[in-house]
């Protein structure tokens, strides 16, 4: 079981930047993979970006790339996503999530509670 609990989210002007962190609990975190996910009102939940156990690999939406950096310390339990030249758009609640998939498949077993990100044009 992993308990995640995400924070860093906010309200910044379109063009701006933001860094969201997930702490997890637990002494597994360095086992799961882990990722971050969306949900903008009346939209279906989405995937973001997911990195492996070892922060080697990373795989994300093509409607970040370029824009958003996943990494992760295992030493603090921590996964961060770094959102860049932020729009509009990426306005939604941003979920943590771990499990054996996110990378793969792109679907968490664990979630967190989530953060809100707004981005005002």
């Known amino acids: 079981q992993v308990q995640l609990g995400e924070s860093g989210g906010g309200l910044v002007q379109a063009g701006g930047s933001l860094r969201l962190s997930c702490a997890a609990s637990g002494r597994t975190f360095s086992s799961h993979d882990m990722g971050w996910f969306r949900q903008a009102p009346a939209k279906e939940r989405e995937f973001v970006a997911a990195i492996s156990r070892s922060g080697s690999s990373t795989n994300y939406a093509d409607s970040v790339k370029g824009r958003f950096t996943i990494s992760r310390d295992n030493d603090k339990n921590t996964v961060y996503l770094q959102m860049n030249s932020l729009k509009p758009a990426d306005t939604a609640v941003y979920y943590c999530?771990?499990?054996?998939?996110?990378?793969?498949?792109?679907?968490?077993?664990?979630w967190g509670q989530g953060t809100q990100v707004t981005v005002s044009s």
């Open positions: 999530a771990a499990g054996p998939f996110v990378l793969t498949h792109r679907r968490g077993t664990y």
